[in-house]
C-alpha cells in the first residue's frame, strides 16, 4: 500500500516516525509532509496529494480534543469528509485516512492503517 | 448574488465524454461567494478529472459575464478539447457566443437569486420580476418568498410563522406583519393590491436593457 502522508510537527509526524521504525515492510510512503498543523490543509491540496502515485492520502495529527492550534484536526476532519466524498462521487478507490493521536502512541496509526488496507484489498484492481 | 450547485461528478464526465484535455473555468463573483464555482472549487474538480486521468488544467477569471474578462482566455481555451463552467449560466452562455467553435460545458446548475441566510444555507430572495415593489410590503418580496405569490395575503394556512406550503421557511407575510408594525405602516395591509403587470418578466421571450447614455 503506497501511502502520501501528512502530518503535523507536533503528533503526527513522530508517530509516523515511531511507525516507519517499527517494521512494516508492506507499507511504503511515498512522501511525509510535515506542516506546522493539519488545519492548514486545503481539499485542493488533499486532491493534489492523492494525483500522485499512492493509494491513501494519510492525514495525521493531534487528537481531535487537544489539538496544539485547537481547531486544526477538526477543520481537517471537515475538509477530509468532503473530499472523501468527491472521491466517491467520481468513484475512484483512493481516499484520505485519518489518524488523531499523540506522538508516543502508535496504535490509532496502525489502526488506521490496516483498516485502510483491508478496505483496498477489498477494491476490484483497475 | 446568483446562486449555483455544482452538477454530480458523474454527470461532469459524462459531458465531456472522451475529450481528455479539459479546462475547468472558475468564475471569481458570484459563484465564489456561494462556494460552488470560484477558484478553490475549480482547483478540486480539475484534480479530481486528473485522478479520473483526464489532463485536466484551471483557471478562475474575475466574471465570466463579460467579454473583457473572458477575452484573454484565447489561448488557454484554444488549447484545450473542452471547458468545463463552474459559472452561471449567463457566464456559460457569454463563453459560448464568444468561443463558439469550442464546446463550453456548464457544471453548475444556476438556481437562484438570493442570499446567504447562515454559513453554508442560500435562500431566494428575487424572482427577477421586472417590477420591483418591496417597499409596500415591508421590504419582504411576496412574489418570491410567498410559496402562493400573494399580493393580497397572508393565506390563511401558516402555523407559528411558517409557510403551510414548505413548513421549514418562513411565512412571507407573517414577515411582512412584522416588518410593517416595526415600520408604524400597519395602514399598508388594508389597500388591495391589484394584479401585478407582467409584461416586464420574462414571459415574453428574453429580456434586453438599452441605456441610450452608455452606448458608444
Redesign the interface.
Known sequence: MKIYGIACDKSGYPAIVQYIASDHQDICFTSIVKVPCLGVIKESEMLEALETDCDILLLAGCPLDSCHNLQGSRFAQRRAIKVNRLLEEAETTKRVYLSFGTSEKIAELKRVLDLARTILDKQPTT | MIIGDRK???EI?LMIGNRKKVLVLGCGTCVTVCMTGGE?EA??LA??L???GYEASDYTVERQCEHEFIHPLCDRIQAVDAVISLACGVGVQALSDFYSDKMIYPGLNTTFMGMPVEQGIWEERCLGCGNCIVHLFGGTCPVTRCAKSLLNGPCGGSKDGKCEVKPDRDCAWQLIYDHLKKQGRLDLLLEIQPPKDWSTSRYGGHRKMIREDMLL
Do not use: H
Open positions: 454530480p461528478i458523474q464526465l478553490k482547483k478540486e484534480s479530481l486528473r485522478i479520473k
